[in-house]
């Protein structure tokens, strides 16, 4: 593990700005003069291209070309062109990936898929501690594959059971999140896939942590199927389109379980019964969201230009630096605790405190102008996106963070409310 140096002073974090490679991404971004923003990891910021481009969608593909625009402007290809511009980031061969609705649907598309590839087996293991649509819309994939009885739901945990534990010849599939959205640990990957293949069963990798935060190799893994979103790391906006990725070893099996028109061999024959098209075209379903995904390929644009070496290069020193602050200014005196794995191949792009008070302490930080957020019960997030995030963020977020618990102004009754959204 690399630490920063001990004593480290703004300044030295400015040197380490100077020297950044990625430094001149920055200014790719529209971020409010004075604002510390460290929650990309649950919308990422705006790109400066992005409003133009939506802008030319708007007025000349949709105001001018009209319905023209389906063919001219490339709309019906829309989905499977961007999941082409996508699959660098995630290891992925052209023709392997493709964009979807919400990051929900797609999960339940390619875990009930994932299901019907070993109709035999009647178990689903997923993550207690995983973002909780994951396990509703496996709730559903359950109930209805089970063909009368539900499948049967086994839990792991980061603290037992483990994946050892619960598989058996019964697995039929295994959803995982890559990196938890809660504390930041990232699995790996390439071994769990082979785990679960090793007991004959298939895995769906959610990858809305890891998109754009951490190097992504879903084919060197050996993965089957993957889900992830695109306005989080990738800064694709807010409710632009999630994707999904199916290994081409197994898309000519693969039923997905929603049948719409825009998934249908010859869409525009509006035949009476459903056939699917060839290769990812089938994950397709109805009318794509072309606004969002204006938005999405606005930003896939700029990322064909980024080196995910150095993302990650940049994301462990920026995380070690915050762990590094907090461990030295913040632990002893305030009992801030940081339940992020220390060990680089366990840490996703993001690194996650515990502490007494942390939902006002999180709103008193965001007055300050250092955006960050709150996970329920008791956790305090810090998302780094090395693209727009520079060293001298990080220590200008622990030195307000540390200000805040000395003063205690964070104890203000106002810092208490809570908006719809934490
Ligand atoms: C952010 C996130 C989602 C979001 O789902 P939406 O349908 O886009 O709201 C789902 N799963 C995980 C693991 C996430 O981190």
Redesign the pocket.
């Known amino acids: 593990m690399t630490h920063a140096p001990a004593g480290i002073d703004r300044r030295a974090c400015a040197a380490l700005d100077a020297a950044d490679p990625l430094a001149s991404f920055r200014s790719r971004f529209d971020l409010p003069e004075g604002v510390v923003y460290l929650d990309g990891n649950s919308l990422g910021a705006l790109p400066r291209d992005t409003p133009a481009f939506v802008q030319h969608v708007m007025r000349e593909e949709w105001g001018v070309g009209l319905i023209r625009s389906w063919n001219d402007a490339g709309w019906f290809a829309k989905p499977t062109d961007l999941g082409d511009r996508l699959a660098p980031i995630i290891g992925a061969a052209p023709g392997e990936t493709v964009i979807a609705e ?3 649907t797609s999960l339940f598309q390619a875990a009930a898929a994932a299901a019907r590839l070993r109709p035999k087996r009647r178990v689903i293991v997923a993550e207690r501690g ?2 909780p ?2 396990l509703y819309m496996l709730e559903s994939v359950q109930e209805l594959m089970g063909g009368g009885t539900a499948l049967e739901r086994r839990l792991i945990a980061d603290d037992g059971p483990t994946l050892a534990d619960v598989l058996d010849e019964d697995v039929a599939v295994v959803v995982l ?1 890559h990196v938890d ?1 809660r504390t930041g640990r990232m699995h790996d990957m390439a071994e769990v896939t082979r785990q679960v293949h090793e007991a004959g069963a298939v895995v769906v990798w ?1 990858l ?2 890891s998109v754009g935060a951490v190097p992504v190799d879903l084919n060197a893994a050996g993965a089957d199927l993957a889900v992830g ?1 695109t306005y ?1 790391y990738l800064n694709g906006g807010p409710g632009s389109p ?1 994707f999904i990725w199916v290994a081409e070893r197994h898309q000519a099996a693969v039923r997905p379980p929603l049948t719409g028109w825009h998934g249908h061999a010859k869409p525009f024959d509006f035949t009476v019964d459903y056939a699917p098209a060839p290769g990812i075209t089938r994950f397709r379903i109805g009318t794509p969201q072309l606004l969002s995904a204006a938005g999405l390929e606005a930003s896939l644009r700029m990322w064909a230009e980024v080196d995910m070496a150095r993302i990650r290069k940049k994301s462990l020193a920026l995380t070690d630096l915050f762990i590094d602050l907090v461990d030295t200014r913040l632990a002893d005196r305030f009992g801030a605790e940081v339940v992020t794995p220390r060990e680089h191949h366990r840490r996703g792009s993001q690194v996650s405190l515990r502490v007494d008070g942390g939902y006002p302490i999180m709103q008193a930080l965001i007055e300050r102008g250092v955006i960050g957020d709150f996970r329920a019960p008791d956790l305090i997030r810090f998302g780094f996106t090395p693209l727009y995030t520079s060293f001298t963020d990080v220590w200008d977020a622990v030195v307000r963070l540390e200000d805040i618990l000395t003063t205690g102004v964070w104890r203000e009754a106002h810092f208490e409310r809570r908006g719809e959204v934490t």
């Open positions: 919400s990051t929900s995983n973002f649509t994951d999140t959205y959610d809305c942590h979103c989080k999630s």
